[in-house]
């Protein structure tokens, strides 16, 4: 027997662990105590080697103990021991899996080295919060097995008196149905009993931890789909004042993550988590608060991730999408025309309304609490975003391009940590919320092209699906503002009456800010000054205000539930590409003059109304959210940028987050960008295969 192998904890396997754990359970309680204890410690880099002497220490006792008192357990336990030999030998490697899913693949025996969170070396098992667990032993089919089955039990770690217990057998699985908090351990013990005699074959222990897992969208069954879905929209339907009496300090209602996110991107200086280095921990941080509202309604729920670049990969469109069903967010009204989307002289604006499931027709909320950044209407919305429409909107447009497998792994393929959070915002995901949101109105330039200030209506489509940014641009450079007395008898053309509002002091340099802005491939080189001053009277007088935006691409975006499992899709290849030895210059800009931070680096003119001298604040590391609760723009709420990306270090042994996610696999890029292939190559980040081998991963077998 060797003592040795007993020494890793967690994966005490087979006849030795069942001499040593059934005579030292009771008597070793300050042993066990004390490892506990330890385990709750998050400081684990001497962790290992200190259980490795106690249970080193516990082992020799314990061998030597049976060895003097009880010469007839000893041989009886080596009868166990060939009996567990002939039985085919070889241990098996368990692990918990959720009831209706499949074992997380990190405690698998073909749990890849690289895609996986370090911090999980020493667990067997992850144990999701509320839900049903149960056992899984590879290799083990309990429906044809007649010689063995295997019973289990979790007790709580400080405390034996919270135990749980269930088998696998070929009658079936006994789960056992957990109310954890993340980050929680379990003691767990699996004993392997032979259906023959009913004696016991061998027994193992191992750590549980608690952790959400989110998984996408597509993998949850039917059920948590529901639940999950449901869970979501009670945040549409409770207020924040009702919730907290209801749930507790962690709820808040979905208008409230929506003020959030519109008072840190609509101010016209810069956009304080778009736009810049902030963009991905900045969503991080929102996105955990919604998830942690999320649970406090329903404490077995976590937030999905959508995965779109499987979408693209299949040639869905977003109509066609699963997130777009009556069963997720909602099923999406077809503009009349595929190729001109959304037009007045075809398609009511009201029809652009979430058309069933559970947010069918759900209403943009007023704006009540920040004077400041105002739209068109009154409504929480983008102040360069003249939809009058009184209901969430989406303008979708026919197209398949999505983000891609080829745009993750090309984001994947930069290595400073600049040049990843620099592009995030964009080819990863920003063509995600321009397919949903898109425009309404492009038959308004219909004109302009007849005039010859668009070249052909092939670049008026084009010019039109960027026209929000574009009046964006031009709120940001104070060139217009909302009209503040915009109203509307009836959501068509003749109905509605509102326009923007023109900076008179800014009046003369316009119509060269649109020459800049507007780029010659829709507008053809040759506009004389007379022709851009048309473009000017459309944006001051005409109709630019009636060309609007869906609510996804703009400020107010989280008020369409379709918002939210859009930005962990980042965050999980932020997981691989940290996993994958991460980035070869970890710098973080701290001069936004000379080096990147954030697109709006010098805001607008120092001394004009508004003017707010830290244009890039939320693109630094060290940088908050702006305190959406006061309302005061210099006061900050929540953890900077750096303590995120710390907290979601999958590296790290201080890995903080609540949650982990379900998988690194990315098959349906398999083909055309293998993004799994790119991550555990060994040229890639840091990451070698010979530092890896040595990571000291126990698998636990029985
Ligand atoms: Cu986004």
Redesign the pocket.
Known sequence: MSIKSSSSYGSLSTIEDSIVGEYFHDSNDDINYNVSKELNNRNKKSQSTLMYVVVSISTIIGLALVLISNQNILLNSINKMMMFMEDGGGASIWTFNRKDYEPLPYFLSTADETLTYKFLDKYAAIIEPYTDTELYVEDYDATTNTDYYFEYELCEADNDSNCMSGKISNEGSESVYIKCQPYQEYEITVIKYSYIDGSKMGKTNGIGLCMYVRREMRSLSRDDLDTTMDTMYALWTTSDEEGSQLYGDDYHSAEYFVKAHHFNAAWQDSDHI?EGLGFLPQ?IKTTNMFEKSMQTVNPSTSLPYWDFTIDYAEGEYIFTSFPFKEKTFGSIAEPADHTWGWLYKNDSIENAAIMDGRWKKIKASFNTDYPELNANFGYLRAPWNGNPSPYVSRFTAFTTELPSCSDHYKWLEYDTLTDFLTQA?YAP??S??GAIGSVYGCDLMDDLTANGLITDASAQIKLCQKWGFMMKELYRKNYITPRTDCSYSSLDYKGIDCGFTCNDEKSDTMASQLEQLIDSRYVGDFLNQEQWGEWKSFVCEGDAAKIFVGDHVESA?PVDPS?WP??PTLERILHGKMMAGGFKDNTWPSDSQNDYVCDKFNCYEDGVAGFYDQCCYGHYEDDQMLDFISGDRYSRYGPTNRAIMDDTDPTSQEYAMRYIYDSFEWEHCEDTDDIKKLLTSSGNGKAKSSTRQSSGKKTNKI
């Open positions: 778009h969503h915002p995901h920003a995600t919320h975006s918002f859009i930005h």
